[in-house]
């Protein structure tokens, strides 16, 4: 079955222009303020330290109410939108408290710095923990806990390397000075838990931006309380460019996971689907970093021997290991994705690489196609031959499609004899049903076992235009077009998706 009908394409959705209006008022406002903290600083200290504060309320402000807008959209769940009241309640403290910080006395002044970074660090912590998460099983939710602790170790050695050992060695021990030298670690060292756990275990399709910006943010804030405790605990001033830069950057980053939410939730949903997380690389770094700290140690102390070398030893070692970890876990992740009989994509990676080609469709403007194939005859080829023709007739069956699918295509087993084809990137929809003619001119009689058995299927094809159908809309389209091909009859055919194929709805209509 050869004939088709052309659609025309309905008009794209476009996004209302407030998003992108929003993200260049934040990226003006981040530049302007940055370069008005770096002039402050050439001309003096005092200018530098208010005209960054007031570079952070600028912040606070926009922050305060994209947050207070993500927490007050209906259409986010409740879990959601208590996380973002908890954000909210973030850039409320750092609105209130810069009067105080801009105003007031040295001392009265770091008082109040410490305080409002503890109620800010503590919010944040809530609204991560609010954040809805990505489903896990129990054993994934413990490796994720394990690579979130390492993180953990790997945060507290910089700490306590940058902030707690020199502020003690320099004050002493008394029970005051251990409180107030881990009054900003102990904040820091539960949000960077929190934050690589949520980075790590990955948000649920409601806010997986949102998320990746809001911990982006937490860690560049970690890092900059880092250099705060690092002047601290070297008696130095604890107000410096390096230190407001990450926090300014780490405000932006936050009031950005605002507006994004806030555009996610005010358009159509995204479909799911997995993509590159650089939260899988935290333990990594985690681990470079103690080593790189030991290291250091070792030269501060002008003593290369033996620590240095046994610092360049380690970290060798746990370079080794986590590279053979990795080898092992890449390896285990093709399993997964991978077909064991014909090795072939399997369902969960057919339907993450849909996903990604009709979301690149939608931006790029190219069609994607679907074809969905059902061989012909395979019950009969189990039931006169044995299961183990049948599986080396699912093989044979795999290679044609192999050598059929030209790349970028991806062909892929969805079950017994149910196999599939994403086709990306069709400038038009004629490509798509050119590959259909193909692999069924390619299909024909085999040698198996010394048998010639003839492989035959029926294919049916459906295209979206860009930012048409949804993954499940098209393979149902292509559910219906191969049924419709195999209604012709036992030979190999192929027909395309058109509307007549579609239940009518008039019967209903009528009865009503």
């Known amino acids: 079955m050869q004939t088709w009908t052309r659609r025309v394409p309905p ?135 394990l690579d979130a602790l390492t993180v953990l170790v790997g945060g507290s050695m910089v700490l306590w390397y940058l902030a707690f050992d020199p502020y003690v060695e320099r004050h002493g021990l008394a029970p005051g000075v251990i409180v107030s030298a881990m009054v900003y670690p102990i904040g820091d060292l539960a949000l960077l838990f929190v934050a690589s756990l949520a980075l790590l275990r990955g948000a649920d399709r409601a806010a997986q931006r949102p998320l990746r910006l809001l911990t982006a943010g937490t860690l560049v804030l970690f890092v900059g309380d880092a250099v705060h405790g690092y002047l601290n605990g070297h008696d130095l001033a604890t107000q410096n460019s390096w230190q407001f830069v990450c926090w300014i950057t780490a405000d932006a980053l936050l009031a950005a996971a605002a507006v994004e939410q806030c555009r996610a939730s005010g358009g159509s949903a995204r479909e799911p689907r997995p993509g590159f997380r650089w939260g899988r690389f935290l333990p990594f770094a985690a681990v470079a970093v103690a080593h790189l700290l030991m290291l250091g140690a070792a030269v501060d102390e002008g003593r290369f021997s033996p620590w240095g070398g046994l610092a360049l030893g380690g970290a060798a070692l746990s370079a080794l290991v986590l590279f053979r970890q990795t080898l092992v876990q890449r390896e285990t992740d093709e399993q997964a994705r991978t077909d064991a009989l014909t090795g072939l994509a399997n369902r969960g990676l057919f339907r993450a690489t849909s996903y990604r080609t009709l979301e690149r469709g939608a931006r790029t403007g190219q069609h994607s196609a679907i074809l969905v194939i059902d061989m012909n005859g395979f019950k009969e080829i189990n039931d006169s031959f044995g299961h183990k023709a049948g599986d080396l007739a699912l093989v044979a069956f795999a290679e044609v499609l192999r050598r059929c699918v030209p790349a970028p295509g991806l062909p892929a087993r969805l079950g017994g004899d149910e196999f599939a084809v994403v086709l990306p990137d069709v400038g038009f929809p004629e490509r798509a049903y050119e590959l259909a003619g193909r692999i069924a001119a390619a299909l024909g009689p085999v040698a198996i076992e010394g048998r010639l058995i003839t492989l035959a299927a029926s294919i049916g094809v459906a295209v979206s235009a860009p930012g048409q159908l949804t993954h499940d809309e098209l393979v149902h389209r292509a559910d219906l077009a191969m049924y419709r091909a195999k209604a012709l009859g036992p030979d190999t055919r192929w027909a395309i998706w058109q509307e007549s194929l579609e239940p009518s709805a008039e019967p209903a209509a009528v009865a009503a």
């Open 11 to 145: 008009p794209r959705h476009r996004r209302a222009p407030a998003p992108a209006a929003a993200y260049l008022l934040l990226g003006g406002l981040y530049v302007t303020m940055v370069a008005l903290s770096g002039t402050a600083l050439v001309t003096g200290f005092a200018s530098y330290d208010r005209v960054a504060e007031l570079a952070r309320f600028a912040f606070g402000v926009f922050g305060l109410v994209a947050a207070v807008r993500a927490a007050r959209t209906t259409a986010l769940p409740p879990r959601l939108r208590q996380a973002w009241g908890a954000v909210a309640a973030c850039f409320a403290v750092l609105v209130a408290s810069t009067p105080v910080l801009v105003f007031a006395v040295d001392e009265a002044g770091s008082a109040a710095a410490d305080i409002s970074h503890v109620i800010f660090v503590v919010a944040l912590i809530i609204a991560l923990q609010r954040f809805p998460l990505a489903p896990m099983n129990r054993r994934d939710r413990l490796k994720t806990g």
